[in-house]
């Protein structure tokens, strides 16, 4: 612990790295006061009522770091961004032109980070839409009224469509401007900025998860369970995500002009959890929308389109079984796939073959390739398993004290660690560069 506040303070010390500190604090400061600024229009009494009773605007709630409870600008979060960035990195290698900008250095990657860009404008709309859709038809605090009673953008007036679209512009707009902070982090800063704006978000709401968590655990084995499945977690997500299978390779000697480059000796590092949190955001996505979008047509007038939309939100209810089933194999399947994915873009037995590289006892070309592919899905099992688990553990809280305190906070727990290890990283290799030692050993 000592130690660890001694590393600290030697990169507090260091002017370059004070500066990045101090900008990133500023910019999440900046992030904070955004998402209090509220959109009128809206019954804010109502929709806290409504997000402590419905789990689908709950999780809503999560991502944009608590600003969905007042709905202010930044009410969808960095949510259509990070989806944008999910389609982009899964069809860079399927369409032949992404895949060549991604092949061309940080040209091509800007070049996919701007498509990212204007990916995440309609997708914000088309999510906001959802969004308001969603709280127009839910009641609020009084009986009889709605969140949100004015909306609507067809079979409405001038004055309700104007309304309703200003109101849509406002939180794309504001989605794009917590991403534009998120992008400043990232270049001038420590961390992923898009990253630290969750975390920031989900930090801010620990106070209201813990009042939840005394609130529900009525009795003491539902807080000690409770408490022992938050250590286990969180244990867990630090074991995973610092586990990884070290491949050696060697480099044969090498003549260029005159000189004769010596032989040398690495390894790969294959990460049990190389797809980090994505798989379980994006399966919590896909669960998210046939229930979203059924709670839209619930109310339909015509009468089987409300039954199937009923049927549909039954079985995508956070309180079935079904559902729990459904979260961890996507959660599993998107772990795999991900994983794949950017272990294809790195295309690594293409660049040792190049670059004189290989596995000893593993001939370069196709059979390193098939020999890490093996192995890659060998230690991924784990990390799959485990993302799995940590999606369901709020299944077995609710069976065993019958509450649903960690049914949000199973993810929050998931996010913060994650970008804490990863920050500490970025900030463990400043120091390492300016030959200090670092946090982790």
Not at 115 to 140: C, D, E, I, K
Not at 304 to 318: G, Q, R, Y
Request: proline letters at 4%; charged letters at 10%.
């Amino acid at each position: 612990m000592n130690e660890s506040l001694e590393h600290l303070l030697n990169a507090w010390r260091l002017p370059d790295l004070r500066r990045k500190l101090l900008f990133t604090l500023g910019v999440l400061i900046i992030f904070r006061f955004i998402a209090h600024v509220p959109i009128p229009g809206v019954d804010v009494a109502g929709l806290k009522q409504l997000l402590s009773g419905n789990q689908t605007i709950s999780m809503l709630d999560l991502f944009s770091g608590g600003a969905l409870a007042s709905f202010s600008v930044a009410a969808l979060g960095v949510y259509p961004y990070i989806t944008a960035t999910i389609v982009m990195q899964l069809l860079t290698p399927m369409v032949p032109r992404l895949e060549m900008l991604g092949k061309e250095g940080e040209a091509g990657r800007n070049k996919i980070n701007q498509y990212t860009r204007m990916l995440t404008v309609p997708l914000a709309f088309l999510q906001g839409f959802g969004t308001v859709s969603l709280l127009h038809n839910s009641q609020g605090a009084a009986a009889g009224t709605q969140v949100i009673p004015n909306f609507g953008l067809w079979g409405v007036s001038g004055t309700v469509f104007l309304q309703s679209l200003a109101m849509l512009v406002t939180l794309t707009t504001g989605t794009m401007l917590l991403t534009w902070l998120g992008e400043l982090i990232t270049e001038n800063g420590i961390g992923n900025g898009i990253s630290l704006i969750i975390f920031a978000g989900i930090v801010t709401r620990l106070p209201s998860f813990a009042q939840q968590t005394a609130v529900a655990g009525n009795s003491l084995t539902g807080a000690v369970v409770l408490a022992v499945v938050a250590l286990i977690l969180v244990i867990g997500i630090v074991l995973i995500y610092q586990g990884e299978r070290r491949i050696r390779v060697e480099y044969a000697r090498r003549i260029r002009g005159n000189r004769q480059m010596q032989g040398s000796s690495t390894h790969i590092p294959l990460r049990v959890n190389s797809a980090g949190m994505i798989p379980l955001i994006f399966a919590m996505s896909i669960m998210l929308f046939p229930a979203t979008v059924a709670s839209y047509f619930k109310v339909s007038p015509v009468a089987w389109v409300a039954n199937v939309a009923t049927v549909v939100a039954n079985i995508f209810n956070s309180q079935g079984v079904l559902y729990w089933i459904l979260f961890f194999v996507l959660v599993v399947g998107f772990t795999y796939f991900y994983t794949l994915v950017v272990f294809q873009q790195q295309n690594l037995p293409e660049s040792l073959q190049k670059n004189g590289g290989f596995i000893p006892g593993i001939r370069p070309g196709r059979n390193t390739a098939e020999y890490l592919m093996r192995v890659l899905n060998r230690i991924t099992l784990a990390g799959a398993l485990f993302l799995g688990l940590v999606a369901i553990s709020p299944l077995f809280v609710q069976t065993i004290t019958s509450t649903q305190a960690l049914t949000l906070s199973s993810t929050g727990l998931l996010i913060v660690v994650g970008v804490v290890l990863d920050t500490m990283k970025q900030l463990e290799a400043q120091l390492l560069m300016r030959r200090y030692q670092g946090f982790i050993r």
